[in-house]
């Protein structure tokens, strides 16, 4: 008592079994079974492995994505904000005790921070 094999009918007319498929596409069984659960187009059930793409099977890279594009502007922007925020460093370096070389310095390290 064989088991029987089951024809999945596509599309196209084209009456196939889930071995010939996998042989088809280079994929295994379960990459099969998830294509046919999904649809019958044979276009997308007989794409080859590693072709997939959103909800479908077809060419890789045909969905093309949009492109952070900075302007002039935001670029002036960003550097100077980033003088601005170098600036405030410096600042707060040259007026905190901690940054101090003398004795106020090593005393405000030593209650604070850098042993």
């Not at 088991?3 to 295994?28: A, H, N, P, W, Y």
């Not at 099969?32 to 794409?47: E, S």
């Not at 080859?48 to 890279?61: A, L, S, V």
Request: glycine residues 8%; charged residues 35%.
């Amino acid at each position: 008592m064989g088991r029987s094999v089951k024809l999945f009918t596509l599309d196209d007319g084209q009456k196939l079994t889930i071995k010939e498929i996998m042989e088809l596409t280079g994929c295994k069984d379960s990459a099969v079974r998830h294509r046919l659960a999904q649809c019958r187009d044979a276009d997308k059930i007989l794409a080859p492995k590693g072709t997939h793409k959103d909800y479908g099977y077809g060419q890789r890279g045909t969905v093309k994505k949009a492109k952070n594009i900075k302007t002039k502007v935001s670029k002036i922007a960003y550097l100077e904000n980033k003088k601005e925020r170098k600036a405030k460093a410096e600042k707060i370096k040259k007026n905190h005790p901690f940054y101090d070389t003398g004795a106020i310095g090593k005393l405000n390290r030593l209650l604070w921070g850098k042993w």
